[in-house]
Nanobody, 120 residues
């Protein structure tokens, strides 16, 4: 099994910054996709930013403000969020597509979510 542990959420004023971290642990052979989604109250979960097969994808709404990075040695992905807006308020979820060694299988995993609240 694989666990994704997130940290770094909180309350910040508009214009402020936060950095989210997500560390994957378990019987990991490889990670194909790793990134962040968010879900605001009453809305569907949406992609924020992710690494996928060497490419980096961002939602249009966060381009130029958010930066995703990773430490492959630590199986960790980060999301640096700058110039935060009230509309960025949501629960942020880490997502990863992981091939495990035991059993040998590719599966998608989700973290438990971390709340980000941006006050105006």
């Amino acid at each position: 099994q694989v666990q994704l542990v997130e940290s770094g959420g909180g309350l910040v004023q508009a214009g402020g910054s936060l950095r989210l971290s997500c560390a994957a642990s378990g019987s990991i052979l490889s990670i194909t996709v790793m990134g962040w989604y968010r879900q605001a109250p009453g809305k569907q979960r949406e992609l924020v930013a992710a690494f996928h097969s060497g490419d980096t994808n961002y939602a249009d709404s966060v381009k130029g403000r958010f930066t995703i990075s990773r430490d492959n040695a630590k199986n960790t992905v980060y999301l640096q969020m700058n110039s935060l807006k009230p509309e960025d308020t949501a629960v942020y979820y880490c997502n990863a597509e992981v091939t495990t060694l035991m059993p040998l299988r590719k599966s998608t995993y989700w973290g438990q979510g971390t709340q980000v609240t941006v006050s105006s």
